[in-house]
């Protein structure tokens, strides 16, 4: 190919042929070696150390593309922020792609490129930290500061113990915040660790919890944590009901790909069941979707001893089934204690399943399936 494009040059606006050993010939195969050449030399120096000018100008092409982006999505550039952004390239390069780091970006360049680690040593090539060869400068002076401050902690402690003034203080635990992983804790140091490391860290800031007067460094020990946003809402029961006739009642609703269910279980009752008015034997030929519907019951040893009128609609027998069985779970929440309701959520009855049927790919006989293969 290098030859054919060797023998290609352009003169004058206008495309000519060019002689395989002439001047202009060798000037493009000149070029073409030397570019190549600056490619392999690239390649072979290694990862690229991202300098101030590099992200520099890196900052100023963010801007200029998210200027066009703007005007491109008739915005305000001057107002135009990261939401924004993702919403315009969402937009402009639909993806199906599943994974969404595989999917076009478009980020600011400090979140982009990695933080380097500035200048370590001074003109005369002195290092400025007495930690330098360790390897680990920042490391080890993290431990250094953190034995520091339990040691200052356990001297102010028996200070205190020495004038019988030793505070009583149950002990603390992190309930609601978590410690910084790993991969967190290297990034705020600039600096890899071992697991032996991390787990020596956390093992001395737990120490300097636990202690009675470690209140001294909170402040310094949340530094190193974070807060666990709440997975579990507390979800609010509605009381049981009664119907003309002074039974109990609870209603709920489910949903289960297309399905929509609505159960209502009445309290003291023979276990009769009855779907859109029919029974549910009549209603459900296959076993497994009537073992299915019937599972929340069994699960909390309730068999027979309720009544429930469903209402469903959309999807077929499986779907409907799943979607019955989501919405008797959620009623009988009301007959139950809240230690039997997380029995019921650790089990999954009271989850919404999201599962729905893969679509058929272009250029595929189905969803995954391919067109049979031939060569000739």
């Not at 999807?315 to 029995?343: D, H, N």
């Amino acid at each position: 190919m290098a030859a054919a494009v060797g023998r290609v040059l352009r003169l004058g606006g206008r495309w000519s042929a060019a002689a395989p050993g002439g001047p202009r010939a060798q000037m493009l195969r000149l070029m073409y070696t030397a570019t190549a050449m600056q490619s392999k030399n690239v390649g072979a120096s290694g990862a690229e150390k991202y300098t101030e000018a590099f992200i520099k100008k890196q900052i100023e092409e963010f801007n200029l593309g998210k200027r066009h982006l703007a005007n491109m999505m008739g915005e305000d550039p001057e107002t135009f922020t990261q939401e924004d952004i993702d919403r315009a390239i969402a937009y402009l390069f639909p993806s199906g792609l599943f994974d969404k780091q595989a999917r076009p970006m478009m980020k600011h360049p400090t979140e982009i490129f990695p933080e380097q680690r500035k200048i370590q040593w001074g003109e005369d090539g002195r290092p400025f930290h007495f930690l330098f060869y360790t390897g680990k400068q920042s490391y080890y002076s993290l431990m250094h500061e953190t034995y520091e401050k339990l040691l200052n902690v356990q001297k102010y402690q028996d200070q205190l113990t020495a004038q019988d003034h030793l505070p009583q203080k149950e002990k603390r635990n992190l309930v609601g915040s978590r410690w910084l992983t790993k991969i967190e804790l290297e990034e705020m140091l600039l600096e890899k660790l071992s697991d032996d490391e991390y787990s020596r860290f956390i093992q001395l800031l737990q120490k300097l919890m636990m202690l009675p007067c470690g209140d001294i460094e909170e402040k310094y020990i949340k530094k190193f944590s974070k807060e666990v946003p709440v997975q579990l809402q507390k979800v609010v029961i509605e009381p049981l009901k009664y119907d003309e006739r002074g039974v109990a009642f609870s209603t709920g609703e489910g949903t289960r790909k297309t399905a929509r269910a609505t159960a209502v279980v009445y309290d003291n009752g023979t276990g009769k069941i009855t779907v859109n008015g029919i029974d549910v034997l009549h209603y459900f030929p296959v076993l497994q979707d009537r073992e299915q519907l019937l599972f929340p019951f069994q699960f909390l040893d309730r068999v027979g001893k309720h009544d429930m009128v469903c209402t469903v609609s959309g999807g077929g027998r499986s779907a409907q089934a799943g979607a019955i069985r989501l919405a008797s779970a959620k009623a009988l929440r009301s007959f139950v204690t809240e230690k039997e309701v997380e029995f019921m959520r650790q089990a999954g009855l009271l989850t919404f399943d999201p599962r729905v049927k893969e679509r058929k790919k272009p250029g595929q006989e189905g969803a995954r399936r391919k067109f049979t293969w031939k060569k000739r």
